[in-house]
């Protein structure tokens, strides 16, 4: 009898546990495999050790947002709202933004596929005034999902931009090319 209701409960207890986990077992850190490069190296030694093979794309997709991953650490404490700012790529191209600040665990959520990295796609966003700070804007594609805002676990909403801000226009004039790439190798649009 105790077994009869032990494996329910058990199987109940996992379902609901697998099903809030908000980063599926699949994403990883975009610096997770990063070799380690002595500080002696020579330029040439330094290149080889961090050299990606050009088929690998997946590779290549979470290299791309390194550089957003540095730049977040810097923006933490400086730009409003920002906190420690983990950056996840997944197998299936979704980009998690995972923020934890203020007691709170924010999440930003989009699949790159879905973004526009066409021109117009994407936008700067000014820091004219003071308080303000600089950011990119990267539209959805008409017809496909949305970048989803979670909060604690819980989807707030599902808007139709990725907007990333950071701590100073270099940051951003950093990190654009860099996405443009990631954009390019997900929709096939990288030379042979």
Not at 145 to 172: S, T
């Amino acid at each position: 009898m105790f077994k009869k209701i032990l494996f329910p409960v058990a199987f109940a207890a996992l379902f609901f546990a697998c099903k809030n986990d908000p980063k599926p077992a699949n994403f990883q850190a975009v610096d997770a495999n990063q070799p380690t490069v002595p500080e002696n190296a020579t330029p040439s030694e330094k290149l080889k050790a961090t050299a990606i093979d050009e088929s690998n794309y997946m590779e290549r997709v979470r290299s791309s947002f390194i550089p957003l991953q540095e730049e977040y650490r810097k923006a933490n404490g400086k730009v409003p709202g920002i906190g420690e700012v983990n950056v996840f790529v997944d197998d299936n191209y979704v980009l998690l933004i995972e923020n934890t600040h203020g007691g709170h665990t924010y999440q930003t959520k989009v699949n790159l596929k879905n973004l526009n990295g066409e021109q117009g796609g994407l936008m700067l966003i000014p820091d004219n005034n003071p308080g303000e700070f600089p950011g990119l804007k990267i539209l959805v594609l008409e017809g496909r999902n949305g970048v989803e805002i979670i909060k604690d676990d819980k989807l707030v909403q599902e808007a139709r931009q990725l907007e990333i801000f950071l701590a100073d226009r270099a940051g951003i004039e950093r990190v654009t090319p860099a996405i443009v790439q990631a954009l390019n190798v997900v929709n096939g649009k990288v030379p042979d």
